[in-house]
């Protein structure tokens, strides 16, 4: 069983930054591919970040440039830089660290950019 607890959430203006945590339990980076994702009101939960085991990175089109993935392996915890925020970014972001055939997501946390 993999926990994972999500951080740094909260208010920003357009155009200001915000790094969220997510903070695992146990050295999981190893076997595990580790992602962001969030969800916007009356929207699909969509992929943002992810970083595989091997450390191969990935972003949503409508994040690039703006938002990085990192990981920290004596911390457990994986981190979502994000920069230049805008209004659409608002949603409540989820960590999720998968593997085949299983997968564990952690609560969220909400983000909210205003105009």
């Known amino acids: 069983q993999v926990q994972l607890v999500e951080s740094g959430g909260g208010v920003v203006q357009a155009g200001g930054s915000l790094r969220l945590s997510c903070a695992a339990s146990?050295?999981?980076?190893?076997?595990?591919?580790m992602g962001w994702y969030r969800q916007a009101p009356g929207k699909q939960r969509e992929r943002v970040a992810r970083i595989t085991s091997g450390g191969m990175t990935n972003y949503a089109d409508s994040v690039k440039g703006r938002f990085t993935i990192s990981r920290d392996s004596a911390k457990n915890t994986v981190y979502l830089q994000m920069n230049s925020l805008k209004p659409e970014d608002t949603a409540v972001y989820y960590c999720k660290a998968d593997r085949v055939g299983l997968d564990y997501w952690g609560q969220g946390t909400q983000v909210t950019v205003s105009s």
């Open positions: 146990g050295d999981i980076f190893s076997r595990y591919a």
